[in-house]
């Protein structure tokens, strides 16, 4: 069982960066890609930005690239965001998920596991 724990989120300005942290318990930790997932009030969980377990490949929604980052540190167990340049519309809750997928998956039903989620938001 891999437990998922984010921090991070907080109010800012448009335009201010924020950095969300995820951090796993367990030892698959770096065998796993790792994903960050927004959610909107009323729709589903939308992919962010993933990157696979050794940080060689990642990818983006297309919105947020060039705006935001991620990276990992596997001696640390954690994933975390980047988020530069924030619009009001991203004031959102995000989440980490792991995948046993030793690729960058998109697709929410490729994570096995989910954290509990970080408040982001924007303030206009």
């Known amino acids: 069982q891999v437990q998922l724990v984010e921090s991070g989120g907080g109010l800012v300005q448009t335009g201010d960066s924020l950095r969300l942290s995820c951090t796993a318990s367990?030892?698959?930790?770096?065998?796993?890609?790792m994903g960050w997932f927004r959610q909107v009030a009323g729709k589903e969980r939308e992919f962010v930005a993933g990157?696979?377990?050794?940080?060689?490949?990642?990818d983006y929604r297309e919105c947020v690239k060039g705006r935001f980052a991620i990276y990992r540190d596997n001696a640390k167990n954690t994933v975390y965001l980047q988020m530069n340049s924030l619009k009001p519309e991203e004031t959102v809750a995000y989440c980490c998920?792991?995948?046993?997928?030793?690729?960058?998956?998109?697709?929410?039903?490729?994570?096995?596991?989910w954290g509990q989620g970080t408040q982001v938001t924007v303030s206009s």
């Open positions: 990157i696979s377990p050794r940080g060689v490949s990642t």
């Open positions: 998920a792991a995948s046993n997928f030793r690729t960058v998956m998109k697709r929410r039903s490729s994570y096995e596991y």
């Open positions: 367990g030892s698959t930790f770096a065998t796993a890609s």
